[in-house]
Nanobody, 124 residues
């Protein structure tokens, strides 16, 4: 059984930074992709970033390029999302998700397993 444990959300002022973590366990495939998604109130869930364990391929939503960095610790199967220069538009519940395979997608329906979500609030 795949388990994804997220941590790292919180309240930050505009311009501040947060680092989210997603620890994955229980998967059986040789390769996997971890995606980061976010959902603001009244909006659809959108893909923010993803990283592939097969080749390190990454994806970033245009609005976060240059501010967010996704990385992976191979030893612990933990994926991080470093978020810098946070803006109020970045606020929402952030979810990590796992798909078995090696290709990085930003579409929610491509992912079979989801974490519980962590709240990111950007406010003065």
């Amino acid at each position: 059984q795949v388990d994804l444990v997220e941590s790292g959300g919180g309240l930050v002022q505009p311009g501040g930074s947060l680092r989210l973590s997603c620890a994955a366990s229980g998967f059986t495939s040789e390769y996997y992709v971890i995606g980061w998604f976010r959902q603001a109130p009244g909006k659809e869930r959108e893909g923010v970033s993803c990283i592939s364990s097969r080749d390190g391929m990454t994806f970033y939503l245009d609005s976060v390029k240059g501010r967010f960095t996704v990385s992976r610790d191979k030893a612990s199967d933990t994926v991080y999302l470093q978020m810098n220069s946070l803006q109020t538009a970045d606020a929402g519940v952030y979810y990590c998700a796992l798909r078995e395979g090696g290709v990085c997608y930003a579409r929610t329906h491509e992912y079979e397993h989801w974490g519980q979500g962590t709240q990111v609030t950007v406010s003065t």
